[in-house]
C-alpha cells in the first residue's frame, strides 16, 4: 500500500518533467516537393534494371518488346529466360503446353498467365497441373501479366510469365 502511494505521489512530477523535455518547434520544417521529385529522379529503379534481366518494353497486337527486341507471337519466361511458346490461343494453354515447369529449377513462385486481351480462368487440369508442381498461378490480361513479371522480376523474385499476345481475344 505505501509503495502505491508513493507511485502515485510521484506519476505528476514525471509527467512534469516529461512535459519539459518535449522540444518545441516554433517554425516545422517539411520537406520540399522540388527536393522530393529531384530525388526521385536520381534514384529512378525502372531505367536501373540489369541488362541480363528480362524487361517488357512494349507490345502490340502480336508481339512483345523485351530488352529492346521484337518477339512475334507467344512467350514463356522463366526468370531471366524468355523462349516461344506454342499456343496461339487460350484453349491451348493445356498441362503439356507449360511441362516445361515440371523440369525449371529453381520452382518458379509464381505463373502468371497473360490469356491476351481479356481475362479468362484456366482449365482445371491447368490449375491442378501447376499446384502440383508448387506454384502459384494468376491470371490477367497479357498487358498486365507482363507489367506484374517486370515488377516481381525486378525485385529478385523467381516467377514465370506464359503471354499470349495482345490482340489474342479467345
Request: aromatic residues 8%; contains cysteine.
Amino acid at each position: 500500500m505505501a509503495m502505491r502511494q508513493k507511485s502515485m505521489a510521484t506519476l505528476p512530477k514525471l509527467i512534469q518533467s516529461m512535459r519539459k523535455e518535449v522540444p518545441k518547434h516554433s517554425n516545422p520544417v517539411l520537406p520540399s516537393l522540388r527536393r522530393a521529385f529531384s530525388l526521385y529522379d536520381q534514384i529512378n529503379l525502372i531505367d536501373n534494371v540489369p541488362e541480363d534481366q528480362l524487361r517488357f518494353q512494349e507490345f502490340n497486337e502480336t508481339s512483345f518488346t523485351v530488352n529492346g527486341v521484337k518477339y512475334e507471337g507467344s512467350l514463356l519466361c522463366v526468370g531471366n529466360l524468355l523462349m516461344s511458346w506454342s499456343p496461339r490461343r487460350f484453349s491451348e494453354i493445356t498441362p503439356d503446353s507449360l511441362s516445361i515447369f515440371q523440369t525449371v529449377r529453381p520452382i518458379p513462385e509464381l505463373l502468371i498467365v497473360g490469356c491476351g486481351r481479356d481475362i479468362h480462368p484456366v482449365t482445371p487440369e491447368v490449375r491442378q497441373f501447376v499446384k502440383s508442381i508448387g506454384m502459384k498461378l494468376e491470371t490477367v490480361d497479357s498487358r498486365n501479366a507482363a507489367s506484374t513479371y517486370n515488377i516481381l522480376n525486378e525485385e529478385g523474385r523467381v516467377v514465370a510469365a506464359a503471354l499470349l499476345p495482345y490482340g489474342v481475344t479467345s
